[in-house]
């Protein structure tokens, strides 16, 4: 089971990662959709969430942050499923872990980021710390995750 309560840290559900016809695809949920009430809302933590419905669990495997939009932050993982060293290994990952069973989902949970008041200017994004925050969390908890050595 994940040892580490999302909720408690306001993280809720933005989507999954799917795999048909042998391509991953991220399905937002509307609100982060055009048109949506986060689709222009920028700087984000997000989490991929391994879960299985047989039996119950779930495990962080990755903690990312988004400097944009969520929707834009997907598209950049779609493209290096297929033109990055680092995402073709991710998305070897995901085939391995979706494939094994129709009782696995990979959920996508976010997070908007804090801002706050550093060195004299206000609104600075606490993006980059919060993801930092939230790895060293999934260490303390020996979370094994995709992308933190």
């Not at 689709?39 to 669990?57: F, G, H, I, R, S």
Request: with cysteine; proline share 3%; glycine share 8%.
């Amino acid at each position: 089971m994940n040892p580490i309560n999302l909720e408690e840290f306001a993280f809720n559900v933005a989507g999954e990662i799917c795999l048909a016809n042998d391509r991953l695809r991220f399905n937002l949920l509307p609100p982060f959709l055009v048109g949506g009430e986060h689709a222009q809302d920028v700087c984000w933590v997000y989490l991929w969430v391994k879960m299985n419905t047989d039996p119950p669990e779930s495990q962080v495997c990755y903690v990312g942050k988004a400097g944009k939009t969520m929707m834009d932050r997907c598209r950049a993982h779609t493209s290096g499923f297929v033109r990055s060293v680092t995402g073709r290994r991710h998305a070897a990952r995901i085939r391995e872990f979706l494939a094994g069973s129709d009782q696995r989902r990979l959920k996508v949970y976010a997070r908007k980021s804090l801002d706050g008041d550093l060195l004299g200017e206000n609104g600075i994004s606490l993006c980059e710390a919060e993801e930092r925050a939230m790895i060293a969390k999934c260490r303390r908890f020996d979370v094994n995750l995709w992308n933190a050595n």
